[in-house]
C-alpha cells in the first residue's frame, strides 16, 4: 500500500483540533471542548514541572480547572476562559469541572498515567 508523503502546506492546512460537545447539567447547557494546540499541551507540561520542583513539591490545586480552562471553547473555536479566571472556575460546581476534565483527557487523549504524570501523583 503506497502512503501519501505529505507537504508542508497540507500539514499545515489539516484541521487537527477536533472539539466535543459536553453535556454540563449543572450550568443548564452544553459546553464545547477542543484538543489542546502543541503550544498549550507543552505549556501546561512545563507549568507543571517547574511547580513540582519548587520547595514543598507540586500543589495540584486547580489542575482540573486549568485543563477546563485550556479547552473550553466559543462556537468559533477561541478560548472563553483565560488563566486568569481559575479562581472563578474553582467556586463552579465540582461536578461540572470534572465532566469536562474527563471529556478534556479523552479528546486530547491524556490516559490516567499521563494525568497523574502530569500531576505528580
Known amino acids: ?13 489539516v484541521d487537527d483540533l477536533p472539539t466535543a460537545d459536553v453535556e454540563v447539567p449543572e450550568w443548564g447547557g452544553c459546553v464545547r471542548i477542543r484538543t489542546m494546540t502543541g503550544a498549550e499541551r507543552d505549556n501546561l507540561e512545563n507549568s507543571l ?6 520547595p514543598g513539591g507540586l500543589d495540584v490545586t ?3 480547572a486549568r ?10 473555536g477561541e478560548a ?10 474553582q467556586n463552579k460546581s465540582g461536578g461540572a469541572i ?5 471529556a ?4 486530547n487523549a491524556l490516559g490516567d498515567d ?8
Open 1 to 13: 500500500m503506497a502512503t501519501t508523503l505529505l507537504t508542508r502546506d497540507a500539514i499545515l492546512a
Open 49 to 54: 514541572e517547574r511547580a513540582r520542583s519548587k
Open 62 to 64: 486547580g489542575v482540573k
Open 67 to 76: 485543563l477546563a480552562i485550556l479547552t473550553m471553547v466559543d462556537m468559533e
Open 80 to 89: 472563553m476562559f483565560t488563566i486568569a479566571d481559575l479562581p472563578a472556575l
Open 98 to 102: 470534572d465532566r469536562l476534565f474527563k
Open 104 to 107: 478534556a483527557q479523552d479528546l
Open 114 to 121: 499521563a494525568v497523574e504524570e502530569l500531576a505528580g501523583e
